[in-house]
């Protein structure tokens, strides 16, 4: 099983960026995905999370707003437009599939995890 997650960088507060994570269709197709971050010395904490139909959506207090996620069946990708960043928003984000249809805000609900993109955001 491979999630290959891009899109991360060095932007300024204010901007945006588009975060993308592509799984197998036969990993992800049935399977709820999320995305979740670490900032340094901090625990993994939940960001947003979307179930197999794309019709439920859930997202963190911070990232309300602000953050959309959304996913591309056919391609078996989940995205995170991030607009409107902060430096708070610093951190490694990871993306996940599920262990079911649903979309979770529990690190626990999740199977497979990528390797992490970093987004840096300066002020």
């Known amino acids: 099983v491979q999630l290959q997650a891009s899109g991360g960088g060095l932007v300024q507060a204010g901007g945006s960026l588009r975060l993308s994570c592509a799984a197998s269709?036969?990993?992800?197709?049935?399977?709820?995905m999320g995305w979740f971050r670490q900032a340094p010395g901090e625990e993994r904490v939940f960001v947003a999370s979307i179930d197999w139909r794309g019709e439920n959506t859930y997202y963190s207090d911070s990232a309300k707003g602000r953050f959309t996620i959304s996913r591309d069946y056919a391609k078996g990708t989940v995205y995170l437009q991030m607009n409107s960043v902060k430096p708070e928003d610093t951190a490694v984000y990871y993306c996940a599939v599920a262990r079911s249809s649903s979309a979770s805000t529990q690190s626990s609900a999740y199977r497979y995890w990528g390797q992490g993109t970093q987004v840096t955001v300066s002020s």
């Open positions: 269709r036969r990993t992800s197709s049935n399977n709820g």
